[in-house]
């Protein structure tokens, strides 16, 4: 059993903005401490067969200037990889993209107490306006939250032994609906207001923990 309050609180999370190529995009930032050396977390990050064992498949040329594959996910190319530090890369996902529909994934790692290590994952894109008045930050910073559930588990040992079936499961509603809520809390935060948000929480809630289906 996952404590999922526990979870959700270790996560710190931001809204802002941050100019990238693709234009003026918003930006989701996250923070988190793990229970690892920083050499462990960036070996787990970075390396194709400890990747699959909490996130998805990579595929790819997996060295600065090349191009990766994440199975049923995103895509894109490395721009920076300074070991143990710095990982940064494009995010493109979906067919028939265009150059405004390619973001930047940043993650940074710091020695923390204890040989622990701060771990700091900052996505920013240019997001339609329509989209983010519909989902707000939570869009994408709930798929975030959960991978790194996933991550933190396979660190500390663990894992979710049948994703599909976890995915549809009342504690991964109950997960995805306090992420939601976070994210909401840091959308207002960020300057958005209560009516804004709660409009975005309602929305992505539902989409990723849509209510059970009767019968």
């Given amino acids: ?39 462990d977390v960036w070996d787990a990050i970075t390396d194709p067969e400890r990747i699959v064992r909490w996130f998805l498949p990579v595929k790819g040329d997996l060295k600065v200037g090349g191009k990766y594959q994440l199975e049923g996910n995103a895509g894109g190319e490395i721009l920076r990889c300074e070991a143990p530090r710095l990982l940064k890369l494009t995010w493109v996902f979906g067919e028939n993209t265009t150059e405004k529909d390619i973001s930047e994934v940043e993650v940074r790692l710091s020695p923390g107490p204890d040989g622990r290590t701060l771990f700091e994952l900052e996505h920013a894109a240019v997001v339609n306006p329509e989209w983010w008045a519909r989902y707000g930050p939570g869009a994408a910073g709930v798929g975030w939250d959960l991978s790194l559930l996933g991550l933190g588990l396979y660190l500390a040992g663990g894992t979710i032994e049948d994703p599909r079936e976890w995915e549809v ?21 960020g300057g958005g207001t209560e009516e804004e948000v709660a409009v975005a929480v309602r929305n992505t809630t539902d989409f990723y923990a849509p209510p059970p289906e009767n019968g």
Avoid: C, H
């Fill in 1 to 39: 059993m996952i404590d999922v309050v526990g979870e959700i609180n270790a996560i710190s999370r931001e809204v802002g903005s941050k100019e990238i190529p693709a234009g003026a995009g918003r930006t989701t930032v996250l923070r988190r401490e793990y229970k690892a050396s920083m050499e």
């Fill in 169 to 189: 499961s009342e504690e991964a509603r109950r997960f995805a609906t306090l992420s939601s809520q976070a994210w909401g809390a840091a959308m207002l935060a």
